[in-house]
């Protein structure tokens, strides 16, 4: 039977006998940070949708068409983006 480990920070530095090992080194990456690129596709989406309701709003208030609610959503739109910037740095850091 072989040894299970509670945390994946304990798993064997050497891929089991048979195995290659440059499937175990992704292996352990994933278990060490689970849907990391599922994360950064979702920050990379996110990030687009805000980037282009920025972009929608800044040419509202160009336009001078209804500045009083463009000027708050285009603050929403740039705190958006700058969420997922520090997101996306926090996840490139680990």
């Known amino acids: 039977m072989p040894p299970k480990y509670s945390r994946p920070d304990q798993l064997p530095e050497q891929p089991p006998e048979g ?29 687009a949708s805000g980037a282009i309701g920025a972009f929608v709003f800044f ?13 708050p959503n285009l603050a929403v739109q740039l705190g958006v983006i700058a969420l997922v910037v520090v997101l996306f740095r926090l996840e490139k850091k680990d």
């Open 19 to 47: 195995m290659n090992p440059e499937k175990y080194a992704r292996l352990r990456a994933e278990a060490q940070a689970p849907y990391k690129g599922l994360r950064k596709f979702i920050y990379g989406a996110v990030g």
């Open 59 to 71: 040419t509202q208030l160009l336009a001078g068409r209804d500045v009083s609610s463009a000027l």
